[in-house]
């Protein structure tokens, strides 16, 4: 509706990060989720708003873009795992993991500090477990309603709420 929240967004991450450097803290990466259609919008937003960007990095986490630099070889989609048709996974052992998430990837891992992450929803919804072991600092989503779409009730409404927020 142009009323400039992604400005404001993004704004708010910019100075959330320069607080976070004047502290001598570790500036975690931010998550912002969107529907693949605003995903553009962003990055335009990004150039726009910033002469020098406050990101050590951006990765637009999408099929097509960077997705597959940050999967782990064999990687699949995380919403295809079987657990015996149990609700609750009782074993987090049973997990597997698609994302290089952690530093035993080094450099090369998606939970850089200072990165911006861009994500849709479905990329929320299909590997959920590794992007709710990342320590966000922030998590911002455009066309939040998606989070209770009846369609992807089950899945993406479980993802969101899934994710870790660290703010320090």
């Not at 994500?119 to 455009?142: E, N």
Request: glycine share 8%; net charge positive; hydrophobic share 40%.
């Amino acid at each position: 509706m142009g009323l400039g929240k992604t400005y404001m967004v993004l704004v708010a991450i910019a100075e959330w990060f320069e607080r976070i450097k004047h502290q001598g803290n570790t500036q975690k990466p931010c998550l912002i989720v969107a529907p693949l259609g605003l995903i553009e919008n962003w990055l335009s937003e990004i150039d726009d708003t910033f002469k020098q960007s406050p990101f050590a990095d951006i990765v637009s986490l999408q099929a097509g873009a960077d997705l597959n630099k940050y999967k782990i070889k064999g990687g699949k989609r995380e919403t295809e795992q079987r657990f015996d048709g149990q609700d609750v996974i009782s074993e987090v052992d049973q997990i597997r993991y698609s994302l290089k998430v952690g530093k035993g990837f080094g450099s090369d891992r998606l939970d850089m500090p200072g990165r911006l992450v861009l994500t849709t929803y479905q990329t929320l919804r299909d590997y959920q477990f590794s992007l709710s072991r990342v320590d966000w600092s922030i998590a911002a989503f455009d066309e939040a309603q998606n989070l209770t779409s009846k369609q992807m009730k089950t899945l993406i409404t479980r993802a969101g709420p899934g994710l870790k927020i660290v703010c320090l």
